[in-house]
């Protein structure tokens, strides 16, 4: 078995998070969230449909992992976690009316001697629910519960330099990953035939290493549809004079660089021409004013001053950290670069800087995922920054 990391990173995350438990009063904690499964122990599999856990007992060396029976050759298989830790429940607690794999855990909890301790569960997330909770709550009522939410997940914030250079790998793909399909788009070419191209590069990779599934698929508003963020792709053909976002990311052992650019097919509207260099003026005085000690509330004054500059504001955020993860988001859901956010940029904090407008009837986005360095930050991709014009050709190659 190959780990993605040294042993010795996965300790040390260990015995950070412990640091972490402690200073909350928490004795076991209780992961459900795949990403933080993954970083602690090295897990790595599709099985997050299904409930399944990693514990952390803060007096005891080794986590446990606890899931479905069919899943724990996958534990063995891609963790540090010794055989004896790899603890497996019987398909019938599967989807069932009856059974609950929460009353497993709680069972298990309390032969092992830690049914009476302060127990911490991430209460906000994807992949815990409310039954979870309750039934765990039921099985363990001699036990203390805190809401352990992001625990982890602040203890990811910042990057190791395998991580980073993880990330760099994910970068070269989101790059190759961009190019192919802005290649792609051309009038008459369907939207879904330009999604399989990117689809295709991103996990393909490159020559020197391959890419994986990202946790959020291509999104690609067309024309009109560009006004509304978060749509995916059609099997419309594209049409000579709309605008097309692409947002991507290329992965690489789970961890992410998002990519966001707008193509114009042919010449772009008058509104396009207009605000894109409003939104490059304001990437670039963010990414110069990035750095060790800069708050992400203060990013994002710097961001709002040079937009409103023109006559523009911004509603939602302007970006968010990023890095390891699983469906259905790549973001980390903790530092965000808005007004109000008191987290202090750090050296080796990454984050996916997504300054895109939107409008009644159209929008823009052009995005860029950075690295805080020592003294500053920098991009961790390559693909030109600018509002993107595609030729007028149709597919037989003639001008249209």
């Keep these: 078995m190959v780990l993605p990391f040294d042993i010795l990173e996965y300790h040390q995350r260990l015995e950070d998070t412990k640091k972490r438990m402690a200073d909350k009063g928490i004795d076991v904690l209780l992961i459900t969230d795949p990403a933080n499964m993954n970083y602690i122990s090295g897990y790595d599999a599709w099985s997050f449909y299904v409930h399944q856990m990693l514990v952390i007992i803060i007096d005891e060396p080794q986590p446990l992992w606890i899931g479905r029976y069919q899943d724990a050759n996958g534990?063995?298989?891609?963790?540090?976690?010794?055989?004896?830790?790899?603890?497996?429940?019987?398909?019938?607690?599967?989807?069932?009316?009856?059974?609950?794999?929460?009353?497993?855990?709680?069972?298990?909890?309390?032969?092992?001697?830690?049914?009476?301790?302060?127990?911490?569960?991430?209460?906000?997330?994807?992949?815990?629910?409310?039954?979870?909770?309750?039934?765990?709550?039921?099985?363990?009522?001699?036990?203390?519960?805190?809401d352990a939410t992001l625990l982890v997940n602040r203890v990811r914030i910042v990057k190791s330099d395998q991580e980073i250079e993880y990330m760099k790998r994910a970068a070269k793909i989101a790059d190759l990953a961009m190019t192919k399909g802005v290649e792609s788009i051309h009038p008459g070419v369907r939207e879904c035939d330009t999604a399989a191209e990117i689809y295709y590069h991103m996990v393909k990779g490159t020559p020197e290493y391959g890419g994986e599934y990202p946790a959020i698929v291509p999104l690609l508003p067309t024309g009109d549809r560009t006004s509304i963020p978060h749509l995916t792709w059609t099997e419309r053909p594209f049409v000579q004079g709309n605008a097309v976002i692409i947002e991507l990311a290329g992965c690489y052992k789970r961890y992410h660089v998002p990519l966001a650019r707008t193509v114009s097919i042919g010449d772009p509207n008058e509104k396009m021409k207009q605000v894109a260099p409003v939104v490059l003026e304001g990437i670039q005085e963010v990414l110069d004013f990035a750095k060790p000690g800069v708050t992400c509330g203060e990013l994002e004054e710097v961001w709002r001053k040079s937009i409103k500059k023109h006559g523009y504001e911004k509603e939602s955020r302007l970006g968010y950290s990023v890095g390891l993860n699983y469906p259905p988001d790549w973001g980390e859901h903790t530092a965000s670069i808005r007004n109000?956010?008191?987290?202090?940029?750090?050296?080796?904090?990454?984050?996916?800087?997504?300054?895109?407008?939107?409008?009644?009837?159209?929008?823009?986005?052009?995005?860029?995922?950075?690295?805080?360095?020592?003294?500053?930050?920098?991009?961790?991709?390559?693909?030109?920054?600018?509002?993107?014009?595609?030729?007028?050709?149709?597919?037989?190659?003639?001008?249209?």
Excluded at 372 to 399: A, N
């Design 340 to 400: 109000g956010d008191s987290t202090v940029l750090k050296a080796n904090m990454t984050f996916h800087l997504i300054p895109a407008l939107w409008f009644d009837t159209d929008g823009i986005e052009i995005s860029e995922t950075f690295r805080v360095t020592e003294k500053g930050c920098e991009r961790f991709t390559t693909y030109p920054q600018e509002l993107i014009i595609r030729d007028h050709m149709d597919l037989s190659g003639q001008i249209s």
């Design 75 to 146: 534990a063995r298989a891609t963790t540090w976690i010794y055989e004896e830790n790899v603890i497996a429940y019987p398909d019938y607690y599967v989807h069932s009316e009856v059974f609950h794999p929460m009353d497993f855990i709680a069972d298990i909890l309390i032969q092992i001697g830690h049914g009476k301790r302060n127990i911490g569960v991430e209460k906000d997330h994807y992949y815990f629910t409310g039954m979870a909770l309750e039934r765990l709550q039921r099985g363990l009522p001699n036990a203390t519960f805190h």
